[in-house]
């Protein structure tokens, strides 16, 4: 079993930027691949970045060039540096982790955190 706690999030203004962190505990959580999805009001949660314990990432189109995913394999834990940020990125990102990265890119993994609540207000 692993547990995945998120922190992180709060109100910013447009333009400004978040840095998410997500915690990851339990015997093998190390080895996973771990994303951020996220889930605004109204809209299905998406994908929004992942990576690969040797370091391979995936972002979502809307993020790229704006979004940063990172882990320390070392202290099981995995960021997400956010910048430039958008009225339209006001959402609840949630932390996943799963046996293989395409597993957390579609969305479907075995473990996922409560939330945090990004609220970017224009």
């Known amino acids: 079993q692993v547990q995945l706690v998120e922190s992180g999030g709060g109100l910013v203004q447009a333009g400004g930027s978040l840095r998410l962190s997500c915690a990851a505990s339990g015997r093998t959580s190390g080895r996973y691949p771990m994303g951020w999805s996220r889930q605004a009001p109204g809209k299905e949660r998406e994908f929004v970045a992942a990576?690969?314990?040797?370091?391979?990432?995936t972002y979502h189109n809307s993020v790229k060039g704006r979004f940063t995913i990172s882990r320390d394999n070392a202290m099981n834990t995995v960021y997400l540096q956010m910048n430039s940020l958008k009225p339209e990125d006001t959402a609840v990102y949630y932390c996943?982790?799963?046996?293989?990265?395409?597993?957390?890119?579609?969305?479907?993994?075995?473990?996922w955190g409560q939330g945090t609540q990004v609220t970017v207000s224009s």
């Open positions: 990576i690969s314990r040797s370091g391979s990432i």
């Open positions: 996943s982790a799963a046996e293989s990265i395409g597993t957390v890119v579609a969305g479907h993994a075995d473990y």
